[in-house]
């Protein structure tokens, strides 16, 4: 509500026909009733997981496989803004230990391969007639939207 201190208190809330009091300035200085309600509430979840496996091939000599993922999604209700990623990484080790008399012998061979998807929707729309109740997409007098994947 950072509006309220910048908020005039001369001006009243409300227009005598009851709509909102928008005051037109060049700061774009807004109704701190519109604040409240020009919100875009929004939900979303995650996954973050990774399990591996590891193997005594003979003595000194292991194999590591480890797979990661990272999903998450969310979607936000008066933008209608919806997003959804996932990374994937897969890494395989196989490391070699000895020890040879005075010698510390160590080598490890690896690889790794990661993919990552980003998807997201988006809708808007402005100049919407009623800030409580006329606020769908539908109700706006000017919409867009894009998608990128």
């Known amino acids: 509500m950072t509006s309220i201190p910048r908020f005039r208190p001369d001006f009243e809330a409300y227009n ?3 709509s909102i009091n928008i005051i037109p300035t060049s ?3 807004e109704n701190p009733y519109i604040t409240y309600y020009n919100r875009n509430d929004g939900e979303g ?3 973050n997981g990774t399990a591996y496996v590891e193997i005594d091939i003979v003595s000194g000599l292991k194999f590591r496989s480890a ?3 990272n999903s998450a999604n969310s979607t936000a209700d008066r933008s209608l803004t919806s997003s959804e990623y996932s990374t994937k990484v897969w890494d395989n080790t196989l490391n070699y230990a000895a020890v040879l008399g005075d010698h510390d012998i160590v080598a490890v061979v ?4 990661e993919e990552y998807d980003f998807k997201t929707q988006s809708a808007y729309g402005s100049g919407f007639p009623d800030e409580e109740v006329l606020i769908n997409i539908g109700s706006a007098s000017s ?3 894009d998608s990128d994947q």
């Open 16 to 18: 005598p026909d009851g």
């Open 27 to 29: 700061t774009i200085l």
């Open 45 to 47: 979840t995650n996954l």
């Open 67 to 69: 797979g990661t993922i």
């Open 110 to 113: 690896g690889q790794s391969i």
């Open 143 to 145: 919409v867009g939207g």
